[in-house]
């Protein structure tokens, strides 16, 4: 019965951690490689044991396939294929390959550096990691190898996230990674066509979630920014790249146009160099239907937001800065913070999430006195501020890219199935298909109905021509005679051909059938009372009884045998080859009748 | 474009969610719970939500980035829900259909399972089959639930066994738009044409009328405001709405003498009142909440009113339903009901037929403070 199985790699049942293993067609692959941000020691890796007790993993996997950049969801990569081992590729898109490795190195410096760890990954690692990338277009059929076949679908989310299609003959599973349905200022949103995957994969926190408006988080973010700069504070705002800071860029622009704010903004040349890089990668890559939805806007044309100089740090009065890096763990917006933490009046506004290890994470934990590596403290007055800006979708959405791609079956990972019965009826009352929840570590198993395609020799479609009849009705099918070779359970090309003709037929096809009978009598015996039998009700045909015992008719060999456990029964064993198969049929329905009691031998 | 951003500052929380299915309930189950369910014909869901965990994070509201609803709890019903009320001290809920005579009896469900599930129904026997069933339930005493389609068919029923423990001895066939309790037995009821009854559950025989008094309108409902963990309410305001768009406020001790009244300026944009509904703030004196006429919750301050009849603004106005957003036109859309936080004095909740529901905590600019 064909099947795929998917089974969420690792312990716990937390998201946290994306690396999902699908079996389909005979082939296997990796759905993402994340790291648990949560944990400090090996919980944080996904667990490849499964996939083998040790070794590499190279034999095991047909390929990798990276949703996007964020740690969750391939910052376990370079452990897996430098440290576990793997070869074979890995596939992402574009924009995932460039950004990839600066966040994996920054992640490997705050980790080893900051925290002095030393089973993990090095920068030579990432680099040896990111030679295994191919790089995926949207919606380019990649052919993997000539069974499998896979495809990037445009996911929203962040810069470079991919749905992706994973298709072996006609068995297809679709991963959506991180996506949401709502387009936002400079991301569009999730788009796939009615692929009918036999099975969707997506995330089971997202269904259980409805979540707040844009305009209310982006309310949020004005008035706390509005505020600051009210009372004569400074709002440091610390951002990886464009994508996320450009949004914001606008949202302040516009803000102080209409309210005719005076503060100077700024934003860090570090960040310009990477706004561009960002910008014309983006550009690039995306089709002509999310550009429509991209804000066409040089970064250098805001009437209000300049570019920032290291001496503006001591100026007086209000401000507001964007500047690298995210985490706080280096670089100017450390060098800006360090300055700016000790005055209440200030804040900080941290967009997305910190790893731990950096002063952004200690500061979201409220943490009020840090220490510097020169043994100072430095105590941490100013207002902070966490705002998750992500865009991911919900229950309703959830719902929307089912409609849209109307999958088979549906899975979802990270939750835990017990408690999540209302949301499974849900899925299967609406869409009427299955929905499995697997628990990290677990398989699930999901029944295929694949069609499939077969070959068939140009003698045979001739032949059933020729016979004539009446023609052919889509409605009522025709049996055809022939023989199917599978060649390795495989269920791609399937070859039916005729019978006599085929000079490339190297193997010859024998059928076998055995008969069992009640027959007191000794083999040979046996054997010749089948001789006479069959003499009698076969006129015409040579039959013949070998010196061995064995009867043959044509070139059917028909030999007795019994056990010596049962000497009262006996097997028949008929063997003939293709071209007697109706000769053959018809002696062991005959034989299967027994033999007359009352024969003499001849 | 920020269409939220004023000069004052009018919320100083707000949050904003789309449900994939309109709401006309929103029930407390928790100091963070609500249940919202569906009013299709047919087919609908009862969802219990858990509210942003940032709204309660006062002090530390900066750290936390916790902004959206959690669906903790689902279930399903094959008719409309009109009405759903919390059994306090349970994990019960009980919702009627809005036009048959029987209550269905849900268990929301612990930790360990997501499914709301109907454990019963109770079938009642109504005088009018067609107009649905209010529904409340005394704070104190065993779990059991007050319903009643119009004034002569009000009874008292045991949740478990479905015993009825108390029925209104009366013929009055007045239709009701609102039934609440102010103590553990005594209760009001507000029928269609504006006249309030007084009743007790301990004696069948007690009624107290209040007629409405010539006034004007087709129909009223009534909104409560008493602690009603008390065994006898010490002071009770009741406040009546009309669909003329009047507001009359009387004290539970007087109830014939109303001690003020205001002409409330709302422009109707629905002509139907199924959806109208009047509140009192628990946490906060004098303020009333309205809506139902359009896509707005309107807030009063009642202590400024006089017992002439005259027209008042109200001190604040949530006008965030009326908003459309790129894939909604919600200019009709008319708000379906709304609620008070139990116990933080400004935050509200308010669904629309659009599907949307809001949760905000609006800052009172007045001077003359709520």
Redesign the interface.
Known sequence: MPEIKVTPLGAGQDVGRSCILVSIGGKNIMLDCGMHMGYNDDRRFPDFSYITQQGRLTEFLDCVIISHFHLDHCGALPYMSEMVGYDGPIYMTHPTKAICPILLEDFRKITVDKKGETNFFTSQMIKDCMKKVIPLNLHQTVQVDDELEIKAYYAGHVLGAAMVQIKVGSESVVYTGDYNMTPDRHLGAAWIDKCRPDILISESTY???????K?????DF??KVHETVERGGKVLIPVFALGRAQELCI?LE??WE??NMKAPIYFSTGLTEKANHYYKLFITWTNQKIRKTFVQRNMFEFKHIKAFDRSYIDNPGPMVVFATPGMLHAGLSLQIFRKWAGNEKNMIIMPGYCVQGTIGHKI???QKKLELENRQTLEVKL??????FSAHA???GI?QLIRMAEPRNMLLVHGEA??????K??IE?EFSINCFMPANGETSTVATNPSVPVDISLNLLKREMALGGPLPDPKKPRTMHGTLIMKDNCVSSLIFFSDFGCPWLEHQLRFTCRVQLQDAHSDSDTHIRIYTHLKSVLKGYTIQHLPDGTVMVESIVIKVSSSPEEPNTKVLLLSWSYQDEDLGSFLSTLLKKGLPAALSSM | HCVLWTKEERYSNIHEYQLEHPTRVIEWTGEKNVCVAGYNLSKNEILELLLPLKLFADDNQGLCAERDFKVVHGGFTDGSIHCLKHIPGTRCVVTNDGSSSKLQVWDVGGDDCDVIKKTGDIHLKTASLDKGVKIDSPLTGNASVLHGSQVNDIQLTELTSGTPLYTLGTDIPDVLSSLRFVSGSVFLACSVNGDVYVGDTRSPSYLQKSPAGGREGNHWCMGVRADSSLPEPSSCSVARLSSSCQAVVSDLRNLKSPVCQAQLNVQRKTTSDEFLIVTWAPALDNCLAVSGFDGMVQIYNTASWRPELMEFQPIFIHRGHMMSDAHFDTSSSVVTTHVWHPSRPWTVLSAAGDGSVHVWDWVDNTTASC
């Open positions: 269904a259980t979630t409805i979540r707040d408006s305009r209310c988080r982006e309310r004005l008035k949202l516009t803000f209409r309210m979201l934990n409220g207002q902070v501020e966490y705002m998750s919900d229950a309703k719902m017990k408690k999540m019965e209302f949301l009826d849900k009352q």
